[in-house]
């Protein structure tokens, strides 16, 4: 009887790699979207009181959606008490101040526009909600769901000169993509949150009192461009700057697994 020795089956690395290609995808995937924070979900809500203060009376106050949620610590350095909600829209902005509109600081300022529309009307709203007594400071959008947003606030501080004061976040933060997470609308590192929370308080210095100005271009001047574009209107929910930097470390993962497999 001749035995015969089973012939050895050979499968390279790259073969096996190729395979286990779906798994890898899934896993890396799994990753970076249960690494997502909980600032990630609509209606999640941060109220952060102030570490100093800004002078007398009441802290400055910042109403937001997920834009001023990632530097509302950073703004508690400089003495605002801020309140931010992911996927705020300016009308919940509203409902929000009013019921607040009892204990309101001499200094208000709304970073709201990113989800859903704004109207002239509305802004009429928050300049009635904040009294002709105090400070209204409207912070431009970047790269919201509707591009006519910044300018609309730019007309309003123009016709109420005096009464509302312009943070031009829209056109401070152009020409600089690395201030942003990757969708370009959220803060996506130190430099944006700084710059941004910057911006905000340099509203201190242009509310009565200070060396007033109805805009505020903290920090530096910048060319002003048009509002670019936008491809949708769906309120998008917000992704903090965390779930960036996971989402950023999965694509450059991916990259990288795909570069490796096909060299084997």
Request: with cysteine.
């Amino acid at each position: 009887m001749t035995v015969t020795s089973p012939q050895p089956v050979l499968v390279s690395i790259g073969a096996l790699a190729r395979r286990a290609w779906p798994v890898i995808v899934a896993w890396v995937t799994l990753l970076a979207f249960s690494a997502a924070p909980a600032d990630a979900q609509c209606g999640q809500t941060t109220d952060v009181s102030p570490r100093v203060s800004a002078g007398p009376g009441p802290a400055p106050l910042a109403v937001g959606d997920s834009v001023l949620y990632d530097a509302s610590q950073t703004l508690a350095g400089y003495g605002f008490h801020s309140n931010a909600m992911v996927c705020r829209t300016m009308a919940q902005g509203i409902v929000w101040l009013q019921g607040h509109a009892q204990n309101l600081p001499s200094l208000v300022v709304v970073a709201l526009g990113t989800n859903g529309a704004v109207s002239a009307g509305q802004i009429d709203q928050l300049l009635g909600i904040v009294g002709a007594n105090r400070v209204l400071a409207l912070v431009t959008p970047h790269n919201g769901n509707y591009a006519y947003v910044p300018d609309l606030f730019r007309a309003a501080a123009r016709r109420f000169p005096g009464r509302i004061i312009l943070l031009d976040w829209d056109q401070l933060s152009t020409g600089h993509p690395s201030w942003f997470a990757p969708d370009g609308i959220h803060l996506g590192s130190a430099a944006g949150v700084g710059a941004f929370a910057r911006l905000v308080a340099g509203a201190l210095l242009a509310a009565p009192g200070s060396a007033s100005t109805s805009t505020v271009t903290v920090p530096g001047p910048v060319t002003i461009q048009p509002a670019k574009p936008v491809p949708t209107n769906r309120v998008q929910p917000a992704l903090g700057s965390h779930t960036a930097a996971v989402v950023r470390l999965a694509v450059s993962t991916f990259a990288a697994l795909r570069r490796w497999l096909f060299i084997l």
